[in-house]
Every structure is written in C-alpha cells, then in structure tokens.
C-alpha cells in the first residue's frame, strides 16, 4: 500500500555507505532504467506497471524491458500473483532513490503519479482516494493544493467510515496544510475539517488533542460567523471532556457561547 502522510520524513536517512552501494548498483543500469526505478521509487515500494508506465509517458514496452533489466540486477521483483505488480527487493533501495531528488522535482513526479491513477483508474476512485491524496498533497505546493484538499478531504471521510479514525485524523490534518496554500481559503471548510478531525482524534483515543482541536474550531467558527459549526464544536468538545470525567466548566461555557449564537427558532441542533 502507499503510505498516506508522513512517510517522507522517515526517508534520507539511508547511512552513507549504504548508499554508496546502492549508487555503484545504479550506476551499472541504462539512463532509462534508473529513471523508471526514480519514478516507481516516487510511487511506492510496491507499484503498477500501468501506473508506472502512464506516468512515464513511455511505451509499456520500453518500460517492461527496464523493469527487467532492474529485475535482473535483483532491485525489483515481481509480486507473487500480480502480473501487474512489481515491489522493491529492499526498503533502502527505494529510499536512496527518493533520498536523491529535489524537493521540486519530486512534487512534479507525485503530480504525474496521481494524474496516471486518475486516468487508469477512472471507473474506481473511491479505492485510490488514499494514494490520491498521499500523491496530491506531496504535490500541494507545485500548484496542486486544490486537488490535494479534495482528495485528503474525501480520504478523510471514507476512512472514518471505514472505522479507522487514525487515518481520518491525519487525511484531516493534510486537507488543513493544502487548504493554507490556496489563495482565498474558506475559514468556513477550514472549520468543517477542524470538527471532523476533532471527532477522529476523539475516536481514536487521543482526547487532549481531540479538545484542542474542538477548541480551535470555535473560536475559528466564532470569527466565520458560523453559529452552526460553532454548535457542533461546542458538542464534540463536550463529549471530549465527557468521556474521561473531566471537569465540566469548560463545555457548558461554549455550549453557552453555542446556544446564544443560533437562531432563537426550535431546532434539533438547538436542542
């Protein structure tokens, strides 16, 4: 699977030996093949051929035959089963590869892999949003922080209804750090994605955070004049400090905040 946020803070940190190894391995291959591997390296440890090769912009045939010439320098191997599919022989050699390409260069290949799950993978996105999202988000600051927003906001909730709220949090987290890099942001989804990420965080036990973020929801509500998100902030925050037992105070005060911001006329929310 590819990793969906954070992933590449964990890689160049390839010892420098071993990377020289792995150069020298390198080294030994065609212009073409190391540029495939760059790219698969961008993609995942495990990766497709159809993707790989729409991304390249090069005829399957040329990709298939650097895929075996990787194979036979034991870099790559198929994955059992998968005709499609092949996966890097070692962590490290995917890592040295990532590890070597500018910050730029490396937004523009996550742009090219996401656009090519797009277009293989038209009829079926709802299976790709985290690879989407992982893709566009590494993309975000190359002009893409509209897409990335899309997709970590529907990863986000596809994750949560898949009761993994961790990854909820984090796909949340993301659509946020994209959403800063559009111009004329809404403050408005900037709070809908606080109040989602503040439920993921509560679900998945991390309920300091989960009131830190509800707070941060009002107070950003308050300012959007958003009297209804401010209400939902309000309950997530006092369900937060319900389930520990911490002290109260708090919640009935922005609950308070909460009920004077809505229309006075009955409402469920209002109840």
């Known amino acids: 699977n590819i990793p ?12 420098e030996g071993v990377r020289e190894v792995i150069g020298r391995r390198l080294d030994r291959l065609s212009e073409t093949c190391n540029s495939i591997l760059t790219l698969a390296a961008v993609i995942s440890r495990h990766f497709r051929v159809s993707v790989l090769a729409k991304a390249s912009r090069l005829p399957e045939a040329d990709v298939y035959r650097a895929l075996t010439e990787a194979e036979g320098a034991r870099l790559i191997e198929a994955v059992p089963g998968r005709v499609d599919e092949y996966e890097f022989t070692h962590p490290l050699m995917r890592e040295t590869l990532y590890d070597e390409l500018s910050t730029l260069v490396r937004a523009n290949l996550h742009r090219d892999i996401a656009e090519a799950i797009e277009e293989t993978e038209a009829t079926r996105l709802q299976s790709y949003l985290p690879q989407l999202a992982h893709h566009y988000f590494e993309a975000s600051r190359s002009g893409q922080a509209s897409k990335a927003l899309e997709y970590c906001s529907a990863a986000a909730k596809q994750a949560m209804g898949q009761l993994a709220p961790d990854e909820s949090a984090s ?16 403050e408005v989804t ?9 439920h993921a965080q509560r679900d998945s036990g991390d309920l300091i955070e989960a009131a830190a973020t509800f707070r941060r929801a009002v107070e950003m509500a308050e300012n959007a004049n958003a009297p209804e998100l401010v209400a939902h902030a309000a309950l997530g925050f006092e369900e937060t400090m319900w389930r520990p037992g911490w002290p109260g105070h708090e919640a009935v005060r922005l609950l308070d905040q909460a009920l004077a911001a809505l229309p006075r006329a009955d409402s469920d929310l209002r109840s």
């Open 4 to 15: 969906t946020a954070g992933v590449e803070n964990l890689l160049g940190r390839v010892p």
């Open 190 to 198: 900037e709070c809908e994605l606080l109040v989602e990420m503040g």
């Open 171 to 186: 796909f949340c987290e993301m659509a946020i750090q994209a959403l800063h890099l559009i111009d004329d942001r809404d």
